[in-house]
């Protein structure tokens, strides 16, 4: 049962457009939403982050946006950078015995052409 | 500040042998987490350590035990290992408290089953 899910496997954009990349879930216990990067050879990078009792939050080019009611979120990057080609997971957290464990998508690889 | 840090970088075991892996956490984090990733997949929850004690564990049996020490490093031991086994595992660590969601990565151990 996969509770969390990006469809796209990859998506590629032109440098300076924007990139969407798309995430939707199935638990309505999660209230805690993050989008990590992943380059070759590393762990994953916190990127950005937003809560459930908010439908947007945005750090420099990153947005996140939350619909709770379709279960759906994105992050938009704009405008997207060659140094933003990477794979990109969705996770999400439900306070539970588990400490805030992270459910994580399996990853939309982003490439950015210059 | 120190990020998470894990050893050995990469790792060749033979089916039915145990192995350890070892992480050291963030600079201020007493919180550790171990995932799995398999290729091509997101990382999956194996457990999760606070002050010590195992405090949330995913869906992975029994021959997945760890550790977690005084100094908030930690172990991952896998016994009878399976070539399903073989992936990418990874360390995270963060703050306890109950509003802490973000976890910070280390790089990985790459382990292949033979």
């Known amino acids: 049962d996969q509770q969390v899910k990006q469809n796209s496997p990859s998506l590629s954009v032109q440098e300076g457009r924007i990139s969407i990349l798309n995430c939707d879930y199935t638990?309505?216990?999660?209230?805690?939403f993050l989008w990590y990067k992943k380059y070759p050879a590393e762990g994953p990078t916190f990127l950005i982050s937003i809560s459930s009792i908010k439908d947007k939050n945005e750090d420099g080019r990153f947005t996140v946006f939350l619909n709770k009611s379709a279960k759906h979120l994105s992050l938009h990057i704009v405008p997207s950078q060659p140094g933003d080609s990477a794979v990109y997971f969705c996770?999400?957290?439900?306070?539970?015995?588990?400490?805030?464990?992270?459910?994580f998508g399996g990853g939309t690889r982003l490439m950015v052409k210059p | 500040e120190t990020g998470v840090t894990q050893s050995p970088t990469h790792l060749i075991k033979t089916r039915g042998q145990q192995v350890t892996l070892r992480c050291s956490s963030q600079?201020?984090?007493?919180?550790v987490s171990w995932y799995q990733q398999a290729l091509g997949q997101g990382p999956q929850f194996i457990f999760q350590?606070?002050?010590?004690?195992?405090?949330g564990r995913g869906n992975f049996p029994p021959r997945f035990s760890g550790l977690q020490f005084p100094n908030y490093s930690s172990e991952l031991n896998v016994n009878a290992l399976e070539l399903d086994d073989s992936a990418l595992y990874l360390c995270?660590?963060?703050?306890?408290?109950?509003?802490?969601?973000?976890?910070?990565f280390g790089p990985g151990t790459r382990l292949t089953v033979t």
């Open positions: 995270a660590s963060r703050t306890g408290g109950a509003s802490s969601y973000e976890q910070y």
């Open positions: 350590y606070y002050r010590e004690e195992e405090n």
């Open positions: 600079s201020g984090h007493n919180t």
């Open positions: 638990n309505s216990m999660f209230d805690y």
């Open positions: 996770a999400a957290s439900a306070y539970n015995n588990a400490g805030n464990m992270l459910t």
